[in-house]
């Protein structure tokens, strides 16, 4: 019983999670052991809601989930990524792929700097999607200039989810 408990502790779940492991010390203070039991299975299901393996990654598909945003979908975000859309500020249609190409293990190249952009793909480039900050603040700037607007929660999980699995 002490060892799972201990291993729920380790896990960086987020939030939710955290919450459940002050309940679960206080539980076990009070030996309140038919509410400690369901209150594991729950977190156990939230544990099991971790959809990547990548922590960075999974921490905001949950800050998504808890912005609305339900199942999410790498087709869709797939879809997305290659969708060309036209917007009032731009005389031509925008894509995802014009600056970080359609497949995405190799390397893009910026639409207007030319600049090379390294693979976005976590396969072939570890290093992307390990950090929150970059990842927030790429989405935001990239939806606007694509869209025209920011991605939904939905939206940028679905594009995390594709993303992560390139
Ligand atoms: C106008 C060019 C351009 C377009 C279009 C573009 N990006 Fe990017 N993107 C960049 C640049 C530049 C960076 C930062 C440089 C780098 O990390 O190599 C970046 C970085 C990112 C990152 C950060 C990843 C990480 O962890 O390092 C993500 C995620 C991302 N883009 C997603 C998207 C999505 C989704 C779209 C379409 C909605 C998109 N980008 C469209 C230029 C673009």
Known sequence: ??????????????????????????????????????????????????????????????????????????????????????????????SCTQCHGNDIRQSGKHIRTKRVITPLAPSTNPERLTREKKIRKWLKRNCKWTLGRECSAQEKGDLLLWIQTQ
Do not use: C, I
Request: hydrophobic share 35%; aromatic share 6%; charged share 15%.
């Open 1 to 94: 019983m002490q060892t799972t408990l201990k291993n729920t502790g380790s896990n960086d779940l987020g939030k939710p999670v955290q919450q459940y492991r002050g309940l679960l010390t206080k539980l076990r203070a009070k030996k309140h052991w038919p509410t400690l039991l369901l209150v594991m299975l729950l977190s156990l299901s939230a544990a099991a809601q971790a959809q990547t393996g990548n922590p960075v990654v999974d921490h905001l598909l949950e800050e998504y989930q808890s912005q609305g945003a339900t199942n999410f979908s790498a087709a869709n975000g797939g879809r997305l990524w290659e969708q060309s859309v036209e917007h009032s500020k731009a005389p031509t249609a925008r």
